[in-house]
């Protein structure tokens, strides 16, 4: 089992920038695909970003590609995801989560962070 920690979120300006972070627990981080969703009020739970193992992959959805960068450390249990070029749209609740395999399906990751909120003024 892995238990998950987010920090980072607050309020910021449209154009502006964050950096999320989630911390693991346990020793076997390295052996999950990390996934960044977010939530907003009255919306469902989308995905925004995932990686790999080894961080040798990434994956985003079209909404935030080429705005946000999600990496991992697996030394520090700790998996990031930086938000450039933030939108008012990219406010919600967000939450990191590990799986055994990939995917872009909230249901299909088993374990989840309590979440942290980002707000973005315009």
């Known amino acids: 089992q892995v238990q998950l920690v987010e920090s980072g979120g607050g309020l910021v300006q449209a154009g502006g920038s964050l950096r999320l972070s989630c911390a693991a627990s346990?020793?076997?981080?390295?052996?999950?695909?990390m996934g960044w969703f977010r939530q907003a009020p009255g919306k469902e739970r989308e995905f925004v970003a995932a990686v790999t193992r080894s961080g040798g992959t990434t994956f985003y959805a079209d909404s935030v590609k080429g705005r946000f960068t999600i990496s991992r450390d697996n030394a520090k249990n700790t998996v990031y995801l930086l938000l450039n070029s933030l939108k008012s749209e990219d406010t919600a609740v967000y939450y990191c989560?590990?799986?055994?395999?990939?995917?872009?399906?909230?249901?299909?990751?088993?374990?989840w962070g309590q979440g942290t909120q980002v707000t973005v003024s315009s």
């Open positions: 346990g020793r076997t981080f390295s052996t999950y695909v």
């Open positions: 989560a590990a799986d055994l395999e990939y995917s872009r399906s909230p249901r299909r990751y088993d374990y």
